[in-house]
Each structure stands twice: as structure tokens, then as C-alpha cells.
């Protein structure tokens, strides 16, 4: 299985700390050694970077743990490929536009059959299953919605519906972005933390690393980190069940929709929209 990470936070804010253990999982704590992928968010569009290369030995990898890039938004991908070979094309995360934005998915998991629906107006480039869900994801968003919903939750409610129905062809753990929201799926393994004032030390459990994020912020900043598994050892993580589907708008969750096993409605919102 891959790993995935993403960030929503209310200023542009540096990722290298998390995105520093993340790239170990990359063949050195973890055997995600196909290639991994970043998205930083500026505004609609994003800056990508790409390696099919394990992210423990790449030189792009280490490019980017070493320069401060800022950011609200920020989506990550380390991959061990289970459909499509390792090539560049496969490379989590993937984006197209919609709306005059950048739209950007990176999943982790297996999907039986999901080539056999038409992806209608995008299509895939490289042989994944991952980017196939993705553009007929897309397609369907682009289908309903021609133009952007006036009520955002219209949006939210109706990606979370597409997500469920994927969900039911096997494991559909993923990170979604339109530029403005930064959209959290769970399968079968996810979890997040929000830090904010006051802040305290964070120490890493897949490197010899630690960050005191009281000299690092203000007391204004609210950065929430999103990782398939807690990737410090000294702070609290939310786990998401299984069916948990939640948008973050700068840093804060704002609509969860949660279906339990053996239940089909909803069970939370944190904000109904």
C-alpha cells in the first residue's frame, strides 16, 4: 500500500518537518520504495514535484525537504505500486483543471474494476487505477456541476457520495484538492492533528528529528497535518473511521460526513452547510 500526507493550514506554512519523516517511509522505515510525488498549492494552481525514484535516495526529495516552499495547501504521495509499473506517469499525486483551477488527488489502496467506466472528458496518462479513479471523479464533478456550486457543502456532500460508491470496489483511502478546500477520505486507515496555540515541541518517530512550533508560528496559526499513519510519537492524533469523508478550510475541519459499518447515513457534520 502507499502512504499519503497533506496539509490545510490558515498561512502559507512550511511542510518540510512532516514531509522529512514521510520521505523515510520511502524505503527506509517503509517499503514504499515506486516513486513518490508533492503538490504545494498558490492559489488555483499547484507546484508538482515528481520522482518515480524511492523517496529516501531522491535527490528532488532531498531538494525539497531543504527549501522552504509555503504553502495552504499541500498533498504527498509515496507509492508502492501494486497496479501500473514504476514510471513517472504513475506518480502520485495527479492534477487536472476544472473551473479555471488545479485540481490535484493522490489515493492509496486498490480499485477492482473501476476501468471500466468511462472517464468522460479526462483521461488517464499513465496505467494506474489510481488516476483512472480520478478523472471519472472528476468527470462526474464536472458533469453535475458545470460551474461551481453556490453552497459549498452541495459540493462536499456530492464528492462524498462519489467517494463512497468507489469505496465500495475496494480501498479508496485519498487527498483532494480544487485549490480551496482540502477533501480527506477514509478506507481503512487515516488520521489527522491540528496544532495550534500554544504550541509545543513535535518529535518525529521515523527520524531523529524534533521542532519546537513555539518559535516557528504565530499565535494566530492553525495548521492541520493529515498522514495514513501518525507520523510523531509525542502528540495526538485523530483517528478516522472507516467511511469518514472531511473537507479542512485553512487548517480547520469544517463538514465531516461519517458512515459506520452497517449504517447508510450520516453520522456527523461538523458544519451541515
Not at 500500500?1 to 496539509?7: I, N, S, T
Not at 479555471?100 to 486498490?110: D, I
Not at 472507516?242 to 457534520?269: K, L, M, N, R, Y
Amino acid at each position: 500500500m502507499c502512504e499519503l500526507l497533506g496539509m490545510s493550514a490558515n498561512v502559507p506554512t512550511d511542510i518540510r518537518f512532516s514531509f522529512t519523516g514521510l520521505m523515510q517511509r520511502g524505503g527506509h522505515t517503509g517499503p514504499h520504495r515506486d516513486g513518490w510525488g508533492i503538490a504545494f498549492y498558490g492559489e488555483r494552481g499547484a507546484r508538482l514535484f515528481h520522482d518515480p525514484c524511492p523517496s529516501c535516495e531522491s535527490e528532488v526529495a532531498r531538494l525539497v525537504q531543504q527549501h522552504s516552499i509555503k504553502s495552504r495547501i499541500v498533498i504527498s504521495h509515496i507509492r508502492r505500486a501494486n497496479r501500473g509499473r514504476v514510471c513517472l506517469e504513475n506518480t502520485h499525486p495527479f492534477t487536472r483543471e476544472l473551473w479555471g483551477r488545479s485540481w490535484v488527488f493522490a489515493h492509496n489502496g486498490e480499485l477492482k474494476g473501476i476501468k471500466r467506466r468511462p472517464c468522460g472528458p479526462y483521461e488517464p496518462i499513465g496505467s494506474t487505477d489510481s488516476e483512472h479513479a480520478f478523472c471519472w471523479l472528476l468527470g462526474r464533478i464536472r458533469e453535475r456541476f458545470p460551474q461551481p456550486p453556490r453552497v459549498p457543502a452541495t459540493l462536499w456532500r456530492y464528492v462524498a457520495g462519489l467517494a463512497a460508491e468507489l469505496n465500495q470496489l475496494g480501498i479508496f483511502n485519498f487527498l483532494l484538492s480544487d485549490s480551496r478546500w482540502l477533501y480527506a477520505h477514509c478506507s481503512t486507515k487515516l488520521a489527522w492533528l491540528t496544532r495550534r496555540a500554544p504550541f509545543g515541541e513535535a518529535r518525529l518517530t521515523d527520524a531523529d528529528m524534533a521542532v519546537d512550533f513555539q518559535g516557528e508560528t504565530t499565535p494566530d496559526d492553525v495548521v492541520t497535518v493529515i498522514a495514513t499513519q501518525p507520523l510523531t510519537g509525542n502528540e495526538r492524533w485523530n483517528l478516522l473511521a472507516p467511511g469518514d469523508f472531511i473537507v479542512f478550510d485553512g487548517g480547520e475541519p469544517v463538514w465531516q460526513h461519517g458512515v459506520p459499518a452497517g449504517c447508510a447515513t450520516p453520522s456527523a457534520f461538523l458544519h451541515p452547510g
